[in-house]
């Protein structure tokens, strides 16, 4: 009986002991990701932040530079425009518009031109202003383009009408960066409301850290007190 007794007492503590494991990975992890989170919104802060410089510095490195001011000149592709959907403004519907460039020096790549309201319904188009067919000049927020969504989209081709064929992410066409557009050589380039900064809040992933500590002191407590009940048992 007492061997049986302390195979149970075994298993319990070996179980104790997995729990106490699982909890600890849990608060590394969450912790993690909040140093992780943080260290990206000290980034962008700061990159934000810096004056403009051309594109052409720091194009083949948009790793290091994402989020900084850039500027660059060329011509835009009316042909070749798409509607990011699923994007809000004040609590309306809408899409944010990518709009084809090409610069001076042949790069290919995505301009997001800012929010429009969606049309009446799924079959109009929204209201998007022309660009400017001459060459201009543009200035914008340097962006990774692993962070537009995959698949297709909704296309604006030549006659207005709506397609799913365009891919943001066409690779080997475009290179591996889009701009979010703030202004350009003409005034209408200025988008009415361009892309938004993302939430520069760090989250709960700190408090999700010492969330998962608390549980692991609630199975060191558990193990202790189910220890002690069974020795006041054993002596009664």
């Known amino acids: 009986m007492n061997q049986e007794r302390e195979t149970y007492s075994l298993l319990k503590s070996v179980i104790a002991l997995i729990l106490i494991g699982l909890c600890i990975w ?8 909040g140093v992780d989170r943080h260290a990206r919104n000290t980034m962008i802060k700061t990159h934000v932040l810096e004056k403009p410089i051309s594109l052409s510095l720091v ?11 850039v500027f660059t000149s060329g011509q835009f592709d009316s042909s070749k425009q798409i509607l990011l959907k699923n994007r809000y403004h ?24 800012g929010w429009v309201k969606a049309g009446a319904n799924a079959t109009i188009a929204p209201k998007v ?32 009408s709506l397609i799913s064929k365009l891919n943001a992410q066409t690779k080997g066409e475009t290179e591996n960066f889009y701009l979010d557009l703030l202004s350009g050589s003409t005034p209408e380039l200025t988008p009415s409301v361009p892309a938004q900064l993302p939430e520069l809040t760090d989250g709960p992933h700190m408090a999700y850290a010492l969330q998962w500590i608390f549980f692991a002191a609630l199975v060191i407590y558990g193990r202790i007190l189910i220890r002690r009940t069974r020795q006041v048992l054993a002596s009664v």
Do not use: C, M
Not at 26 to 33: D, L, P, T
Not at 60 to 68: G, R, Y
């Open 26 to 33: 849990g608060a590394q992890w969450q912790y993690q990701r």
């Open 59 to 69: 194009s083949k490195n948009p790793i290091a530079h994402e989020w900084q001011p």
């Open 90 to 113: 004040e609590g309306r519907y809408g899409f944010e518009v990518l709009t084809l460039f090409i610069n001076e020096s042949g790069e290919k790549f995505w301009v997001d031109r």
């Open 129 to 160: 202003s022309p660009v400017p067919t001459q060459r201009v000049e543009i200035n914008g927020r340097l962006r990774l383009d692993s962070s537009l969504p995959r698949g297709s989209f909704f296309a604006l081709p030549g006659d207005g």
